[in-house]
């Protein structure tokens, strides 16, 4: 008989054991020289690199070789900072220690991380990891600004997945679970993501030490934004239920201005007020007798969820558009995101109509012929959607602005995160400087598009990156998914490169002209 | 007599300890901009504001922040002096990059930049704080912060 039960749902927080040991190399700490600024951790794909704050005490029974320093920001003055790397988890990648800042003045080939030979670190820092798990983990509502850097602080609830060594996804989907994992409900489309967010039998997604973490889901391709509002709509059906059958009935068991409390908090997922909503729950459970204790199972519904369908472009642009074009259509309070690899990368790398022009996939060997589409623009016309467009390598406050503004939206919103991918073609361990790039290009300029601001008389479109500064090329010409061509025939290569230089310069008018168009100030 | 005002926005505290400099010495407070509203303005003719770029060639989130207050604020007739940290070598791409988001924004505002001070001494590969004046290259006034603190104020443009 199978040991996992009938409706298909199985036990998170398993990727832990299973300890891959595939990195040569592992990033070593040279704690003089960091700044704290918590880059290495952001862009971990795998979680095998984290920081945390703690007091001094804490570090009192530390392995010897367990390493910290004195906390240098404001907000948490007088703490300790300690950075630990999992050396069985990590695979090596190279994107921490690349995208780190802070180099020695007198010799900067070293900087505040170098990758070092694992085996002689193996047992010291495996010992070391295990001492810094069991660390303090901060809440959410101890950071009193959530930014880039804080947001490393929090513990991550998606760790050690089996995606690639370098890959550009797995940041974001971190990164969601940090920012909202304890109360954050997962629709995956079929693709990467579906696949390392639940190889069964075990899955990357964890739990946090109250035992909550995200619930996860994967139906089919074509289906997922359905799915996910399906998730949307049967939250809110438990929460009425709750609020409205089981709520009302509690008059003579608890006082009115609790109940007003509880009410208000079921629709505010803000930090605060989830917070808040679980304090106010823990004192109705208190106060209410036998005869009330199906409110009382039910309590969680009150509390408000993060609902996110989140999948790749194969999905978004191609196979489930018509899903999502239907789910932004409406008013529901769902967040999309798209982890845009501009192909089908799972199976290989085929063409997906998020490819750009030029670049060689699986079904457009020669290079792609037509436009890669513009998704985000698409969907601007909706008029009600709220849609970002991130990189985490090129701007990483903003990445996290629009997840939480995304978040906090009474509505659809859309966020298209730019994913490097094996299938490009370059050194994955320059993704951070490669995503810089290829925003300074043109290729992918980064906004916020909230319908909100036109009451304000502002445009809704806000550009988050500057205008092109850089050549094409010289993007291209570091990715074999482009080069490819040029190597072929050369002068397909220089005929896609125009133009893809002239949809850059025509996106940027666009751009320009969106950016000007708000409504008269009244 | 001109009412100046000195805000600020800081992490490590490095910004804050020069915000405090240039505060002793002008006899004045200063302000941390972080949660503030547009009138914290209001009553100065003179803004000092100091800022430290994040990440590459980011804005100090605080700042960050503080932008639709900016979209929303009337700066005309008022003079904006900025100060920024940062570090030129290990960040060349984008020295002093928020600086110069920022005064983009003060101008847009309809603030009038005061306290340009050019980028000799300088070297770097990238700002954005950089502005270019008939042939020669100016740079808004600003304190540079390597590992120890070393101020440079110069005071000569205030009334």
Redesign the interface.
């Known amino acids: 008989m199978s040991a996992f039960p009938v409706d298909g749902c199985w036990p998170t927080a398993t990727s832990q054991w299973e300890k891959r040991n595939i990195a040569q190399e592992v990033p070593v700490w040279e704690e003089d020289l960091c ?1 704290q ?1 918590n ?1 290495c951790t952001l862009v971990c794909p795998h979680a095998a690199i984290r920081a945390k704050t703690v007091s001094p005490d804490a570090l009192e029974l530390a392995p010897e070789e367990f390493k910290s320093a004195e906390y ?4 948490f ?1 007088g703490q300790q900072y300690t950075l630990q790397v999992s050396p069985q988890d990590c695979t090596g990648c190279n994107l921490c220690t690349t995208a780190c ?3 020695d ?1 007198a010799d900067p080939s070293r900087k505040a991380i170098n990758m070092a030979p694992k085996q002689p670190v193996l047992e010291s820092q495996s010992k070391n990891y295990e001492f810094f798990l069991d660390l303090p983990e901060l809440e959410r509502i101890d950071i009193k ?1 959530i ?3 804080t947001s490393q602080l929090l513990q991550p609830l998606f760790e050690y997945s089996g995606a690639c060594s370098g890959c550009g996804e797995t940041s974001y989907v971190k990164l969601l679970t940090q920012l909202f994992g304890d109360r954050l409900l997962v629709a995956n489309a079929t693709g990467c993501s579906s696949i390392y967010g639940g190889n069964l039998p075990t899955t990357p997604y964890a739990v946090d030490k109250h035992g909550r973490g995200p619930a996860w889901a994967n139906s089919l391709f074509e289906d997922n934004a359905e799915f996910g509002l399906g998730m949307r709509l049967a939250l809110n059906s438990k929460r009425d239920n709750a609020l409205g059958g089981l709520l009302e009935t509690t008059a003579d068991f608890l006082p009115a201005e609790l109940v007003e409390q509880i009410k208000q908090d079921a629709f505010d997922s803000s930090e605060a007020a989830v917070t808040r909503q679980r304090q106010n729950l823990s004192r109705m459970r208190a106060e209410l007798p036998y005869s009330h204790r199906q409110l009382n199972e039910r309590a969680d519904d009150l509390v408000a969820k993060s609902n996110w369908i989140v999948g790749g472009d194969g999905w978004a642009y191609d196979i489930g558009f018509g899903g999502l074009d239907h789910v932004l259509a409406g008013s529901d309070n769902v967040n999309v995101l798209v982890m845009d690899t501009q192909g089908y990368s799972n199976t290989g790398g085929q063409q997906s109509k998020a490819t750009p022009t030029g670049a060689v996939a699986k079904f457009a060997t020669q290079g792609k012929t037509s436009n890669g589409k513009d998704l985000a623009l698409n969907m601007m016309m909706h008029g009600n959607v709220y849609i970002a467009k991130i990189a985490l390598g ?5 990445t996290i ?1 629009a997840l939480q503004e995304a978040e906090a939206y009474p509505g659809p919103s859309l966020v298209i995160a730019y994913s490097p991918c094996i299938t490009h073609g370059f050194d994955m361990a320059e993704g ?1 400087e490669h995503q ?1 790039l290829l925003v300074e290009t043109g290729l992918w300029p980064l906004f916020r598009f909230d319908p909100r601001r036109t009451d ?1 008389g ?1 445009a809704a479109l806000q550009m988050d990156s ?1 205008a092109p500064k850089k050549d094409v090329e010289e993007l291209i010409s570091r990715e074999a998914r482009f080069t490819q061509i040029l190597r072929r025939n050369p002068e397909q290569y220089q005929a896609n490169l125009e133009r893809l230089r002239q949809q850059v310069a025509h996106k940027h008018l666009l751009l320009e002209q969106l950016g000007q168009w708000k409504p008269e100030k009244k | 007599m001109t009412n100046i005002g000195i805000f600020f926005a800081s992490d490590t505290g490095n910004t804050e300890k020069v915000a405090e400099k240039i505060a002793t010495r002008l006899e004045l407070e200063t302000n941390d901009i972080a949660g503030r509203s547009n009138e914290v303005f209001e009553d100065f003719d003179l803004l000092i504001l100091g800022t430290p770029t994040a990440n590459y060639g980011e804005m100090q989130p605080d700042w960050d922040c503080f932008v639709p207050e900016l979209e929303d604020a009337d700066l005309s007739g008022k003079k904006v002096a900025l100060f920024g940290l940062g570090d030129q070598v290990d960040y060349p791409d984008s020295f002093q990059d928020a600086m110069g988001d920022l005064a983009d924004l003060i101008v847009e505002a309809g603030g009038e930049i005061v306290g340009q001070w050019p980028t000799d001494g300088y070297e770097f590969n990238d700002s954005r704080a950089v502005r270019m004046i008939n042939l020669s290259v100016w740079h808004l006034m600003k304190i540079v912060n390597l590992n120890s603190l070393t101020t440079v104020l110069r005071l000569g443009w205030l009334p």
Do not use: F
């Open positions: 700044t600024c880059i240098k920001q404001r907000d003055k800042p802070a180099s003045k600004r930014d880039a850097r090129a701007n990483m406050n903003q602005k951070v810089q304000k502002r500057k």
